[in-house]
Nanobody, 124 residues
Framework: QVQLVESGGGLVQAGGSLRLSCAASGRTISNSGMGWFRQAPGKEREFVAAINWTGTGTYYADSVNGRFTISRDNAKNTVYLQMNSLKPEDTAVYHC?????????????????WGQGTQVTVSS
């Protein structure tokens, strides 16, 4: 089991940027894919971005492609999400998760050991 702690959320104006971090402990994540998901009030948790264990493969939801960048530092056991050109519709709680099952990087069901999340609020 891996423990994940997200940080870096906050309140930002539309067009601004934030960098989220997901620090892992309990086991190494260097040989695992990792993902970011988000959940807005009253909505389902949705896929945002994912990265394979080497960092050479990245995957994005259409809604964030070109604005968000996922990266990882295996030496620090940490995954990042750089969010630029933020929009009010990006407002949500952002969670990271460890990809514990094979299958699509876009599928929530292939992830486990979710972090508690960090709130991102984008004002218009």
């Amino acid at each position: 089991q891996v423990q994940l702690v997200e940080s870096g959320g906050g309140l930002v104006q539309a067009g601004g940027s934030l960098r989220l971090s997901c620090a892992a402990s309990g086991r190494t994540i260097s040989n695992s894919g990792m993902g970011w998901f988000r959940q807005a009030p009253g909505k389902e948790r949705e896929f945002v971005a994912a990265i394979n264990w080497t960092g050479t493969g990245t995957y994005y939801a259409d809604s964030v492609n070109g604005r968000f960048t996922i990266s990882r530092d295996n030496a620090k056991n940490t995954v990042y999400l750089q969010m630029n050109s933020l929009k009010p519709e990006d407002t949500a709680v952002y969670h990271c998760a460890w990809k514990r099952l094979s299958g699509s990087y876009y599928a929530r069901t292939t992830y486990g050991d979710w972090g508690q999340g960090t709130q991102v609020t984008v004002s218009s």
